[in-house]
Nanobody, 126 residues
């Protein structure tokens, strides 16, 4: 089992920045990819970014490229961050981190991930 705990969400204004954190515990050695997803009210949960555990290759949804950065903590390799700059009202959502232990589905697929955090709310006021 892997446990994921997120933090860092909040209420911000347009143009602000936030850094979300996600720390994995338990059988973290089984993780091969960490991902961030977001879900706006009444909408599906969508891929935002991912980071491969072995080579730290990153991937981003087209809609967030240039403003979002996923990274890994150098001191605590079980912690990943999502830096969000120039926040816009359309970024309002619950943000979830997720851990992938298999290789059968693409990293942008919600179903590729086996473990999920509880989610952290990001609200951007205009």
């Amino acid at each position: 089992q892997v446990q994921l705990v997120e933090s860092g969400g909040g209420l911000v204004q347009t143009g602000d920045s936030l850094r979300l954190s996600c720390t994995a515990s338990g059988r973290s050695v089984s993780i091969n990819t960490m991902g961030w997803f977001r879900q706006a009210p009444g909408k599906e949960r969508n891929f935002v970014a991912s980071l491969r555990w072995d080579n730290e290759i990153t991937n981003y949804a087209d809609s967030v490229k240039g403003r979002f950065t996923i990274s890994r903590d150098n001191a605590n390799k079980n912690t990943v961050y999502l830096q969000i700059n120039n926040l816009q009202p359309e970024d309002t959502a619950v943000y979830y981190c997720a851990a992938r232990t298999g290789f059968t589905r693409m990293i942008v697929d919600v179903k590729a991930y086996d473990y999920w955090g509880q989610g952290t709310q990001v609200t951007v006021s205009s």
